[in-house]
């Protein structure tokens, strides 16, 4: 059962690293596919955490979970900004910004 729990967790943890690596128009489904590292990253830190008896990787789970949290709430509110100045959240106008 670990054994499939860890599987499951690096499978989710390869597909979010492929989604922020091989997307270059959607800054959201960026976001969506770091918050699907995080979540793979958790889950390890809880079923480890189970595994050797210990409670600190469940505490270190929460924290990333309110980081995480916070990382949705900032970049949402950015990317509505950004909407609202520019009428498009692609991610290859970004550089715009800079000028």
Excluded: H, W
């Excluded at 499978?11 to 976001?31: A, D, M, P, Q, R």
């Excluded at 189970?50 to 929460?62: A, C, M, N, V």
């Amino acid at each position: 059962m670990f054994l499939k729990q860890i599987t499951t967790n690096f499978f989710i943890f390869i597909i979010g690293l492929l989604g922020i690596t091989l997307n270059k128009n959607n800054i959201l489904v960026i976001l969506m596919c770091l918050e699907l590292v995080l979540l793979s990253l958790n889950m390890n830190f809880i079923n480890f955490s189970i595994y050797f008896d210990d409670l600190y990787g469940q505490l270190f789970s929460l924290f990333i979970l309110t980081v995480a949290a916070a990382e949705s709430a900032i970049g949402l509110a950015i990317i509505i900004i950004y909407f609202r100045i520019k009428k498009s959240i692609a991610i290859n106008q970004v550089p715009i910004l800079s000028k």
